[in-house]
């Protein structure tokens, strides 16, 4: 399948569930045993961290592979340990591609054309992993610069069967000190909504949704069911579920009347929840990775009961 929807959604259908997991490691929240394994083979900081995150995501990975479509490497907490992280980030791609997961890397790239198409050939492997050294299935985009420089990602994305989200109406406090700015009666996100889902419709491939999408936060759930609408084509990534605050109820009008159309990331609410209620009490600390598995259950069943994703069941 060489279409990045077509392979996104039977990986959704197959889970019955459209729950994402990010993988945002923080090396002051890692099991202790984890820390002391990488510490006894490695000398300088960034190596033990490095490794350290890589044990914690493989391990991470062993465990929502069966149950999630996709998973979210933050590319973010790996370049903060140079070489060694980035390594550690292509290892985990790779590993998680290899247990049958759609990835999806957060690197929130962007630039003019031509160094935009470096940025997508680094990432986008689509459905060919020996395409991109880092071999994702899908990159996150900033479309700051213009609509011209999301041409080469979407050109190397449809070449490689890749796909891209690209930044719409982000979760953050203060989405909206640029993004709600109105021009002719239109916000900013708005018009970037227009764009992005008109690429989205000349990627469609046989399907209705294209390789092309769109990051809308899930603490704004009233702009992200109007997005929903003003985008029928662009499938959504929406951050936002668990540790930002919102919940399965604000995430509901992110999906089509089949339960498809969007992915619900939860990031550390299902890497630490051994750290928080109702895990905390239940699980030693050395279970953290039955929390991991509990707490993914648990929003599995979370979406599936307050959402359309439910039909997928
Ligand atoms: O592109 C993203 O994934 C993203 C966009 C956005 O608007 N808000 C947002 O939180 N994210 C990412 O989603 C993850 C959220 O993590 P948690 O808040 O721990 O679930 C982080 O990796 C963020 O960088």
């Not at 979760?171 to 002719?184: L, V």
């Not at 619900?264 to 895990?279: H, L, Q, V, W």
């Amino acid at each position: 399948m060489h279409h990045f929807s077509d392979r996104l959604n039977a990986a959704i259908r197959s889970k019955k569930t459209p729950a994402l997991v990010g993988l945002d490691p923080r090396f002051d929240w890692l099991p202790e045993e984890i820390v002391s394994a990488a510490e006894a083979k490695h000398s300088s900081k960034a190596e033990i961290v490095a490794a350290a995150f890589e044990e914690f995501c493989f391990r991470m990975i062993d465990v929502v592979a069966p149950l999630v479509p996709a998973v979210k490497p933050q590319a973010a907490f790996f370049e903060e340990w140079g070489p060694a992280g980035c390594l550690a980030l292509q290892r985990v791609i790779k590993r998680a591609r290899e247990a049958g997961l759609v990835v999806i890397c957060d690197a929130k790239r962007g630039d003019i054309g031509s160094t935009a198409e470096a940025y997508a050939r680094a990432y986008l492997a689509g459905a060919d992993p020996e395409s991109a050294i880092w071999a994702a299935d899908c990159l996150t985009v900033n479309p700051y610069l213009g609509s011209d420089t999301l041409q080469p990602f979407v050109k190397v994305a449809v070449e490689r069967g890749a796909g891209i989200y690209v930044l719409v109406r982000t979760s953050n406090p203060g989405a909206g000190t640029f993004q709600d700015r109105k021009t002719d009666g239109h916000t900013l996100y708005e018009c970037v909504a227009a764009v992005v889902n008109d690429l989205a419709l000349n990627t469609t491939g046989n399907g209705h949704y294209g390789a092309i999408g769109a990051v809308v936060g899930a603490t704004y759930p009233e702009e992200l069911t109007q997005l929903r609408e003003l985008m029928p084509h662009t499938p959504l990534l929406v951050p936002g579920y668990g540790s930002q605050g919102a919940g399965a109820g604000d995430v509901a009008g992110a999906f089509d009347a089949e339960g498809l159309g969007a992915i619900i990331n939860s990031s550390r609410g299902i890497n630490f929840a051994i750290r928080k209620e109702p895990y905390f009490e239940k699980f030693a600390p050395e279970e953290w990775e039955q929390a991991v598995e509990a707490a993914t259950h648990d929003m599995i069943a979370d979406l599936a009961e307050h959402t359309p994703a439910g039909k997928l069941q």
